[in-house]
């Protein structure tokens, strides 16, 4: 691969001025791990001594099969909400496809809103700054079947390819990083919805295990 040109060497040093998307990532993942800690927290307070001694003022199967009924409610709003926020902890696989995806929606259109502040002069859009990728690729599949003439051809092609791919990398690299982020993102905000859902679980069968020891 050819060096960048003099061209894309002053747009690469501006990207790689500004603060990388990937530092917002850590506070992503540090807000999941306090919410990890307060929902082990509460779970813990489930399984306590409390419960164990509630349970000797049941009198009858039918509160006790109440009373079992509500604490497993509870503990399992205590899982869920403990396995979708640790999916934010998971790190993402972030390739180029990603970028096409339908969970990042909301970065293209942000994209599509300014491409001359996120692909500069290198592209218009996604598929323009990956369609030196591909074409580097077909090129490369025909080289080692095509005849001399045709070889110098492609391997020129090859070349330009090439330059053209060192002139977009540095804004393939920091869309990467910001698809990383906005995934992690994502999943930050999916826990947080499923974390509020299973404290109603969670809240419920609290209710039910209490109303059924408290006879």
């Known amino acids: 691969m050819s060096a960048p040109s003099a061209a894309g060497a002053p747009r690469a040093a501006v990207l790689d001025a500004l603060p990388s998307p990937l530092d917002s990532v850590a506070d992503s993942r540090e807000a999941a791990r306090w919410t990890l800690a ?3 927290a509460v779970g813990a307070l489930l399984l306590g001594g409390g419960p164990l001694l509630a349970v000797g003022r049941i009198g009858d199967w039918a509160h006790a099969a109440w009373a079992g009924a509500g604490l ?3 503990l399992l709003g205590i899982a869920w909400a403990m396995w979708q926020t640790s999916e934010v902890l998971v790190p993402p696989m972030t390739t180029p496809e990603v970028l096409t995806s ?5 970065l293209r259109e942000q994209l599509d809103a300014a491409p001359g502040y996120y692909f500069g002069s290198a592209a218009t859009d996604v598929e323009g700054l990956l369609r030196h990728r591909r074409i580097a690729t077909e090129i490369s599949r025909r080289i080692p079947t095509a005849g001399t003439a045709e070889r110098a051809a492609l391997e020129r092609g090859l070349a330009t390819a090439h330059r053209n791919i060192a002139r977009t990398d540095p804004y393939l690299r920091w869309l990467l990083a910001t698809a990383h982020a906005w995934i992690v993102r994502e999943k930050l905000r999916k826990a947080r919805r499923h974390t509020f859902l299973s404290a109603v ?3 419920a069968g609290a209710v039910v295990f ?3 020891t408290g006879r």
């Open 201 to 203: 679980l969670v809240i």
């Open 210 to 212: 209490l109303g059924a």
């Open 72 to 74: 497993f409610v509870a």
């Open 102 to 106: 339908p969970a990042l929606r909301g």
């Open 38 to 40: 307060s929902t082990g």
